[in-house]
């Protein structure tokens, strides 16, 4: 044998990469081409965006200009006063209307949503054309937008709780069936087969593989959803004359500023604390 040959340092820098055996064992043309890459796509981004705003007439010198003393009014302006304080007895109960109409619509959401999700799932479905047509209808309502949907049903049941209530279901509806059919399709199958090889009945496979395998998934996403609409509820009181959205309407164009910023104040707090509640839950199950 050659000298080469029994020498293991000769051995293991013939198998080394060419490139690393240049410039002791750096090779800068890489990080060169990814910070061009990363370059020429911020340039494309700018220019896109300029072009954007020359089109519109948008001003960005102007709007940069001018945002500073837009946050000092809206600072000023819309900061509780002692006065304000005195309004919370109205401001309460509507918040708590808006709160529970969320849940409600959510809840109710995820239920029809599951259900529907297990029948069009690819693991689990019956199979046939329901899969394609659940995932149609899922599609259908989850692009429509939950003030679109406000605006439709305002023709037909007028500005009441229950007009407020049906756009958030239906949005959620669309939005959890189709995040039920994503987790579903994701879980193992091995479950699934077993107890279809054992000849378990569809209900069986369901309640013993589907629904266990799925639940941490489904809560996540209903709690999530219940948080999405507490937010979207403040828009559409604003459209059904409901709830916490009709009240700081109201004060907003009385220009009630100050208590119109003691209602905003409070969904905040609601919204953060369903957030801060829902992590926990979150956290509990995974």
Same mark, same amino acid.
């Given at each position: 044998m050659t000298e080469r040959a029994l020498n293991p340092a000769s051995r293991l820098s013939s198998l080394r990469p060419r490139s690393s055996r240049r410039r002791g064992g750096y090779d800068g043309s890489f990080f060169r081409r990814r910070m061009a890459a990363v370059a020429c796509a911020a340039l494309a981004c700018a220019a %896109?965006?300029? %072009?954007?705003?020359?089109?519109? $007439?948008?001003?960005? @010198?102007?709007?940069a200009f001018e945002v500073p003393g837009g946050f000092a009014w809206m600072l000023a302006q819309f900061v509780p006063t002692a006065a304000s304080l005195e309004k919370l007895g109205s401001i309460l109960p509507a918040l708590g209307s808006t709160v529970l109409?969320? &849940? @409600?619509?959510?809840?109710?959401?995820?239920?029809l949503a599951y259900a529907c999700a297990v029948l069009g799932s690819r693991t689990?479905?019956? #199979? $046939?054309? &329901? @899969?394609?047509?659940? /995932? @149609?209808? =899922? *599609?259908l309502f989850r692009n429509i937008p939950v003030v679109a949907w406000a605006f439709i049903l305002l023709? *037909? !049941?007028?500005? *009441?709780?229950?007009? $407020?209530?049906f756009a958030l279901f239906l949005t959620s509806f669309g939005y959890l069936t189709r995040c039920f059919l994503e987790s579903i399709d994701e879980m193992s199958a091995g479950p699934v087969e077993a107890l279809r090889a054992v000849? =378990? *009945? +569809?209900?069986?496979?369901?309640?013993?593989a589907v629904v266990p395998l799925s639940i941490t998934s489904v809560v996540s996403w209903v709690l999530y959803m219940i948080e999405t609409?507490? /937010?979207? =509820?403040?828009?559409? #009181?604003?459209l059904t004359g409901t709830g916490i959205g009709f009240v700081?309407?109201?004060? +907003?164009?009385? !220009?009630r500023y100050?208590?119109? $910023? %003691?209602?905003? %104040?409070?969904?905040?707090?609601?919204?953060?604390?369903c957030e801060l509640a829902s992590n926990h839950v979150r956290r509990q199950i995974i």
């Open positions: %896109l965006g300029a %072009l954007s705003g020359t089109y519109v $007439g948008f001003d960005f @010198a102007q709007a109409a969320s &849940v @409600a619509s959510s809840c109710t959401a995820a239920v689990a479905g019956v #199979g $046939g054309p &329901v @899969a394609p047509i659940v /995932r @149609a209808i =899922a *599609s023709f *037909s !049941f007028k500005q *009441s709780e229950f007009t $407020g209530f000849g =378990a *009945s +569809y209900g069986q496979i369901v309640a013993q609409n507490i /937010r979207d =509820a403040t828009l559409i #009181g604003i700081f309407d109201i004060y +907003y164009k009385s !220009f100050d208590v119109a $910023g %003691l209602v905003i %104040l409070c969904i905040i707090a609601v919204v953060v604390a």
